[in-house]
C-alpha cells in the first residue's frame, strides 16, 4: 500500500509538486492582506512612517488589498482542485491496481471470500480513501500550514499575542477535540434511536390487520411515541455540542483580543512586549478571526482519517494477498499432441480430502467424452481443472500439450469453449453477450455463431438486432441456453465443454437446444457431463467417476 | 387540541412558546453582532489616542471589557438561539410523525399505501429541516443584514450606497454558475453509479471472465470507467468550489471604494468625518455583509426543498381521532348465500355458501387448495367486499361497523407479533391483571416455557417473535385473540407449527373457554374436525360440476363424509398421511 502510493505520487510528480507548492502559496497568500490592511490603519492614524496618504496612494492601497485578497481566495480554490485533482488520481490509481490484482488472485479466493465483500471493497472502501485524500491528509496539512504561518507572521509582530495564542491554541485544541468526540456519540445514538423509530413503520404497515382487530392503536401510538421520545432526547443531546462549540470559540477570540488591547495600551515594558500600532491592532484582529477556523477543520480530518483507516486496511490486506502461480508460458500449441491429456494428477481443495489422486485420462482430437458419477465425485471439479481454473496439486493437465493452468488469455478461447449451466448475463446488448467485449470478434462471426446456435433468427426479429439490449427477460431460459453456445463457438474453439443441461425446459426448446449442440460439437473434442446432451451428440467414451 | 396538522401554519403556532424564544435572541444576536466589528474599530481608534497620549490606558481596561462583556452576552443569545431552533425543528418533526403514524394506523389510506407512507417518514425530516433553515436563515440573513446595512448607511449613506452596487452582481453571476455546477454534480453522480456496477461486474463475474480469458480485456473496459469518473468528478469538484471564491471576490470590489473613499473621510478630505473606529468598523462591517448575503440563495434552496417534501407529507396529515374500543354483543352467527369475487376479477371464488353456528360451537372450515378459505376469514373480518348476508345476533356487519362495535377476533397463518415483550404482544395495552395474564398463557400452554425464561411474560420476541420458536409464535399469537374477545373467533390455520399433542391440549382449551362465542377454526388438516360442532366445505366455483355430491356444504363431520364427495376425499388423503397444503 504504502509503495502504492509513493509509486502513483511519483507517476505524478508535477502534480504533487503542484500541490505543495499551491498550499505554500496559499498559505502566505492568506497572511499578506492584514498587514496592508494594518499598513493603511497606520498611515491613516499618522502613527506610521508617512503621516498622510496623498489620495491616489490610497486607492493604490485599496487595488493591492483588494489584489492580494483576491489572489488568496483564488489560491484557496486552487487548492481544493489541485487536493481534487491529486485524490482523484490517488484512486484511479488504487483502484486499477486492485483490478490487476484481480486477474492474479488464485480461484480459491473467490471460493472464500463472496463477491459482495470484494466488491465493497471497490466501491465503499476505495471512497473513504477518496475522503482521506480529499478532506483528511492534505486539507489537514494545509490547515496546519495556515495555523503556522499565522502564527509566524505574528511572532514577528506582537511577541505578547504569539505567547498567548500559544497557550491558547491547545487548550481550544482540546475543547474542540472533546466536543467532536461527544458529538460523534450522541450522533450515533441518534442515528440508532432514528433506525429503531422507522423500523416500527413497515412492521405496522405489514400488521395494520391485528391491530385494528385489537384494538391496538392506542398502545401502538404509546410505543412509537416513547421510540420518538428516545430519538428526540439523543438528538437534544447533539443539539446542545452543536449550539454551544462555535458561540465558546468566538468568546475565546473576543477574549484573546480585549486582553491583547488591554496589554497593548499600558505603559513601558508591557506595551513593548505587545509593540502594537493601531494598525497591527487590526493585523492581529484579524489574524485571530482566521487561526480559529483551522482548528475546527483539523478535528474533523481526524474523525476522516480514522474512519478511513480500517478502509485503507482491508484494500492494504487484499492487495498483499497471495497470488497464484506461474504465468503464461510460452505458446507451443502442438497439433499432434492429444486434445486432452491428464496425467497422475491429484487435487484437492484446501484443508479437504483430495477430489483426485493419481488420476489419468487422455482425449484424442476429435473425440467425445460423456463424464458421468454421484454428485461430488468430482465432474464439476474436473472441468474447473480443464478449464485451469485451479492447478493440479501433482501431475499434469495438458491441453493440445500446453498446461491448462498457463495457457494465455488469449489463446484461451480458441482453444476450448465452455457452456455453462446457467448462462451468465453480462451488462450490454445481444453482441456483447457474446463477444464479452473481446474485440476480436467480429459481427459476421457473431452472426455465424448465432446461426450454428439456432438463434439467428431470433435475434433478427429482436428491435436492434444484434444490438438489442439485454437483459434477464430479454430472451426465454432456453433461448439463454442458445445464446450461451453461440458465446461459446465464437472463435472457433477446438474443445467443447459442456456442463450438465439445465432442466425444466419445454420438450420443443430441449429439441431445438440438442440439435444447436450437435452443430456446435461438429469437428470438435467434446467433453460432456450431461447425459441428455451426450445421447444427442452420439457415441462416444464415457467415464465414471467414483 | 384542534389545530389542523394539515396546514403548515399550525406548527409555528403550536410553538410559539419557542419560537418566541428563538425570536427574541434571534434578533438581539444578529443585532449584537454588528457590536463586534464596532467595537473593535473604538478600540482601534482608543489604541491610537492612548499612544497618541490623548487618553489615559485606563480607558482601554473598561472598553475592552464592557467589549468582552457584550461579546459573551451576543454569544449567549447566539447559543440560546441555536438550541432553540433546533429544538423547534425536532419537535416539529415529532409532531409530523405523531401525525402521520395515526394516519397510518387509522386512516383508509393506510392499507395499501405503504410505500408512500414510508417515503412519507423520511420526507418528514426534510421538511423540519427546511423549516429550521428558514427560521434561522430569517434571521441570520434577513435581520443581520439589515442590522449591518443600518450601521452601514448610519457611517456613510453615499459610500454604502456605491458598495452595494457589487454584491448583487455576484449573486447574478452565483445564479447564472448553478446549472452548469449542477449539471456537473448530477454527471459526476452518473458516473459514480456507472463505476459502482463496473466494479461489481469485474468482481463478481471474475470467473467467468477467467473462463474467457478476457481478464486483462475487462481491466481495460474497467479503466474507461475508471477515467471517465475521475474527469467527471475533478470537474464537478472544481466548478464546486470555484463558485464561491468567484463570489467574493466580485462583491469585495467594494473594498477598493471603501479604502479610498473611506481613507479619505479619515483624511477629513471625503464626504464624511471619520476617525478611525468608523473605518475599520465600516470595513469589517461590509465584510461580513458580503458573507452573509450570499447565503440568501441557501435560504430559498431550503424552502423549496421544505416545500416539496412537505406536498408529499400531507395528504397523510390528517386530524383523526381515536376511537373507543367497545364490542358487539354475543349471538349466533347467519351467512347466507355468501359469495367472493376473485382479486384478479376472473369470476368467483366460491359461489353462495350458507351456513349458521350457534354461540359455544365450533365450526371447521376447509377446501382444496385455492377455494377461498383464507378469504372467507378476511371477508367474515369485513377486510374483503362479498355478496350475500353475514349476521350475528341479527344485526348485519354494516351496523356494527357504523356503531364502531368489535365483532370479530383472528388469528392467522402468520402469527404478525410485535418487536415487544410477550405481556405486551397478548395485552395489546389493554388494562388487565397478573392473573388474567397467567390465566390466557394457561389456556394456550405457553405458562411453564414462559416462566422458565428470564425475564418471564417481560421477556422481548425480537422482531416478529425470531426469539421464540414457530409454535411458541402461534402459541402466543393464539394467547393474543384470546385476550380480545369477540362473539366472533376466527382461527385460519394456526396450529401448522404446533406438535399433534400440544394441538390437542389447545382445543380442549378452546372449547372451555369460547363457550359464549362461534369459533370457525379454517384448516386443511382434519385431525379435530370429527370433534366440531358442523363442518363447512368450500368447493373452489371454478370446478362446480351439476352434480349434487359436488359443491360446498354445511353439515356435521359424519355427514358429510356420506355425502359430500370432494370432503371425502380430503378425509381420505389425510387419513394417508398426505398433507392438502394450502
Known amino acids: 500500500m504504502k509503495s502504492l502510493f509513493l509509486h502513483i505520487s511519483k507517476k505524478h510528480l508535477g502534480l504533487t509538486l503542484l500541490l505543495a507548492l499551491v498550499i505554500a502559496a496559499r498559505t502566505a497568500s492568506s497572511l499578506i492582506p492584514p498587514i496592508i490592511l494594518g499598513r493603511i490603519v497606520d498611515a491613516l492614524a499618522g502613527t506610521g512612517s508617512s503621516s498622510a496618504l496623498p489620495g491616489g496612494g490610497l486607492v493604490l492601497a485599496g487595488t493591492m488589498y483588494f489584489a492580494l485578497l483576491a489572489l488568496s481566495r483564488l489560491l484557496e480554490a486552487l487548492q481544493e482542485a489541485a487536493i481534487t485533482i491529486w485524490g482523484e488520481k490517488m484512486t484511479h490509481g488504487i483502484r486499477s491496481a486492485m483490478a490487476g490484482k484481480l486477474g492474479r488472485l488464485p480461484m480459491t479466493y473467490f471460493t472464500e471470500h463472496d463477491s459482495g465483500t470484494v466488491s465493497s471493497l471497490f466501491v465503499n472502501d476505495v471512497d473513504t480513501l477518496e475522503d482521506l485524500f480529499s478532506s483528511g491528509v492534505i486539507s489537514m496539512a494545509a490547515d496546519l500550514a495556515s495555523i503556522a504561518g499565522i502564527l509566524v507572521v505574528i511572532a514577528g509582530r506582537s511577541r505578547g499575542l504569539f505567547l498567548m495564542l500559544l497557550a491558547a491554541l491547545p487548550l481550544l485544541w482540546l475543547f474542540t477535540l472533546h466536543v467532536q468526540k461527544r458529538t460523534l456519540a450522541a450522533q450515533l445514538d441518534q442515528r440508532r434511536a432514528v433506525a429503531d423509530l422507522n423500523s416500527q413503520i413497515p412492521e405496522t404497515l405489514t400488521r395494520l390487520l391485528p391491530v385494528r382487530l385489537f384494538h391496538a392503536s392506542p398502545y401502538m401510538e404509546d410505543r412509537y411515541r416513547q421510540a420518538c421520545r428516545r430519538s428526540f432526547s439523543a438528538s437534544e443531546r447533539t443539539n446542545f455540542y452543536d449550539s454551544v462549540y462555535s458561540p465558546v470559540i468566538l468568546l475565546c477570540q473576543a477574549v484573546l483580543t480585549a486582553l491583547m488591547m488591554i496589554f497593548a495600551a499600558q505603559s513601558g515594558a508591557l506595551r513593548s512586549f505587545f509593540g502594537i500600532s493601531a494598525g497591527t491592532a487590526v493585523t492581529c484582529i484579524a489574524y485571530i478571526g482566521q487561526v480559529f477556523t483551522p482548528l475546527a477543520d483539523i478535528g474533523m480530518e481526524i474523525q476522516n482519517i480514522q474512519s478511513a483507516m480500517a478502509g485503507a486496511r482491508r484494500i492494504s490486506d487484499f492487495l498483499g494477498e497471495p497470488e497464484k502461480e506461474g504465468g503464461p508460458a510460452a505458446a507451443d500449441s502442438c497439433c499432434s499432441a492429444p486434445a486432452v491429456c491428464i496425467r497422475q494428477m491429484t487435487f484437492a481443495y484446501p484443508g479437504q480430502a483430495p477430489v483426485f489422486s493419481n488420476f489419468s485420462l487422455d482425449l484424442k482430437e476429435g473425440e467425445r467424452l460423456l463424464i458421468t458419477g454421484r454428485t461430488g465425485a468430482g465432474k464439476s471439479t474436473l472441468f474447473k481443472l480443464i478449464l485451469g481454473l485451479y492447478p493440479p496439486d501433482q501431475g499434469q493437465i495438458l491441453l493440445l500439450g500446453q498446461e491448462a493452468c498457463t495457457v494465455a488469455e488469449k489463446d484461451r478461447r480458441r482453444l476450448f469453449g465452455c457452456v455453462e449451466q446457467n448462462f451468465t448475463l453480462i451488462p450490454g446488448d445481444i453482441f456483447e453477450q457474446i463477444s464479452m467485449g473481446d474485440e476480436r470478434v467480429s459481427e459476421q462471426e457473431a452472426w455465424d455463431a448465432l446461426e450454428t446456435a439456432g438463434l439467428a433468427d431470433t435475434v433478427r426479429a429482436l428491435p436492434g438486432g444484434l444490438h438489442a439490449p439485454c437483459t434477464s427477460e430479454s430472451l426465454s431460459h432456453g433461448q439463454f441456453q442458445l445464446l450461451s453456445i453461440a458465446r461459446a463457438i465464437v472463435l472457433d474453439p477446438r474443445l467443447l465443454l459442456l456442463d450438465e443441461m439445465s432442466s425444466g425446459l419445454d420438450a420443443a426448446t430441449e429439441k431445438a437446444l440438442l440439435a444447436a449442440l450437435n452443430k456446435a460439437a461438429r469437428g470438435r473434442t467434446v467433453l460432456s457431463i450431461s447425459h441428455r446432451a451426450s445421447a444427442a451428440l452420439g457415441a462416444g467414451r464415457t467415464l465414471h467417476l467414483q | ?582
Open chain 2, 1 to 582: 387540541m384542534d389545530r389542523d396538522p394539515g396546514r403548515i401554519g399550525s406548527y409555528f403556532r403550536q410553538q410559539w412558546r419557542v419560537l418566541l424564544v428563538v425570536t427574541v435572541t434571534g434578533i438581539l444576536y444578529n443585532l449584537g453582532l454588528a457590536a463586534g466589528p464596532w467595537f473593535e474599530g473604538q478600540m482601534v481608534q482608543k489604541l491610537t489616542d492612548i499612544i497618541g497620549g490623548r487618553a489615559p490606558a485606563a480607558q482601554m481596561i473598561r472598553l475592552a471589557l464592557t467589549y468582552l462583556l457584550v461579546i459573551a452576552a451576543v454569544q449567549f443569545m447566539r447559543f440560546l438561539k441555536r438550541l432553540y431552533v433546533r429544538k423547534f425543528a425536532n419537535r416539529t418533526s415529532l409532531a409530523m410523525k405523531q401525525t402521520l403514524y395515526r394516519n397510518l394506523l387509522e386512516a383508509d389510506t393506510g392499507i395499501g399505501s405503504g410505500d408512500a407512507m414510508t417515503r412519507a417518514i423520511s420526507d418528514v425530516d426534510d421538511c423540519a429541516e427546511g423549516m429550521r433553515k428558514f427560521t434561522t436563515e430569517l434571521f441570520d440573513t434577513g435581520v443581520v443584514m439589515a442590522a449591518y446595512l443600518a450601521l452601514l448607511l448610519h457611517y456613510d449613506v453615499r459610500l454604502t450606497l456605491l458598495c452595494l452596487i457589487f454584491p448583487p452582481l455576484a449573486w447574478l453571476l452565483a445564479q447564472k454558475l448553478k446549472r452548469p455546477v449542477s449539471s456537473a454534480a448530477s454527471e459526476a453522480k452518473q458516473s459514480a453509479g456507472r463505476l459502482a456496477d463496473a466494479s461489481l461486474n469485474r468482481t463478481a463475474l471474475t470467473r467467468t471472465w477467467r473462463i474467457f480469458g478476457l481478464e486483462s480485456r475487462r481491466n481495460a473496459l474497467y479503466e474507461n470507467v475508471l477515467a471517465d469518473y475521475e474527469h467527471r468528478q475533478i470537474r464537478s469538484g472544481i466548478l464546486t468550489s470555484s463558485a464561491e471564491p468567484v463570489y467574493f471576490i466580485i462583491s469585495s470590489v467594494s473594498l477598493i471604494l471603501i479604502i479610498w473613499l473611506g481613507g479619505r473621510n479619515v483624511l477629513g478630505t471625503g464626504w464624511t468625518d471619520w476617525d478611525i473606529a468608523a473605518f475599520s468598523a465600516f470595513l469589517a462591517c461590509f465584510t461580513r455583509l458580503a458573507t452573509k448575503s450570499s447565503h440568501v440563495g441557501k435560504l430559498f434552496g431550503a424552502v423549496q426543498k421544505a416545500r416539496v417534501s412537505w406536498e408529499r407529507i400531507r395528504p397523510f396529515m390528517k386530524n383523526i381521532h381515536l376511537k373507543e374500543e367497545k364490542t358487539a354483543p354475543a349471538g349466533p352467527l347467519l351467512v347466507e348465500s355468501l359469495s367472493i369475487d376473485r382479486l384478479s376479477g376472473s369470476g368467483r371464488m366460491f359461489e353462495k355458501v350458507s351456513f349458521q353456528a350457534q354461540p359455544g360451537q365450533i365450526i371447521g372450515i376447509t377446501g382444496p387448495v385455492s377455494s377461498g378459505k383464507t378469504s372467507l376469514g378476511l371477508a367474515l373480518l369485513g377486510c374483503l367486499p362479498f355478496t350475500g348476508t353475514v349476521s350475528l345476533a341479527g344485526r348485519n356487519m354494516d351496523q356494527f361497523r357504523d356503531a364502531g362495535l368489535s365483532w370479530a377476533s383472528w388469528l392467522g397463518h402468520d402469527p404478525l407479533l410485535l418487536s415487544a415483550s410477550i405481556e405486551d404482544n397478548i395485552m395489546l395495552g389493554q388494562q388487565h391483571t397478573e392473573a388474567e395474564l397467567a390465566r390466557l398463557l394457561e389456556l394456550v400452554c405457553l405458562d411453564r416455557e414462559v416462566s422458565a425464561m428470564e425475564n418471564g411474560i417481560r421477556t422481548r420476541v425480537g422482531e416478529g417473535g425470531v426469539r421464540l420458536s414457530g409454535g411458541q409464535q402461534a402459541r402466543l399469537a393464539l394467547a393474543r385473540a384470546l385476550a380480545h374477545p369477540r362473539p366472533l373467533l376466527i382461527l385460519d390455520d394456526p396450529f401448522s407449527a404446533v406438535d399433534a399433542a400440544t394441538e390437542d391440549a389447545l382445543m380442549a382449551n378452546l372449547r372451555q373457554c369460547c363457550s359464549g362465542r362461534v369459533v370457525l377454526l379454517i384448516s386443511h388438516r382434519l385431525g379435530h374436525f370429527p370433534e366440531t360442532d358442523a363442518v363447512l366445505y368450500l368447493e373452489p366455483a371454478s370446478s362446480l360440476s351439476g352434480d349434487p355430491a359436488d359443491g360446498s356444504h354445511f353439515g356435521t363431520h359424519q355427514e358429510l363424509l356420506a355425502y359430500c364427495a370432494g370432503y371425502r376425499r380430503l378425509w381420505e388423503l389425510a387419513a394417508e398421511g398426505t398433507e392438502v397444503r394450502s
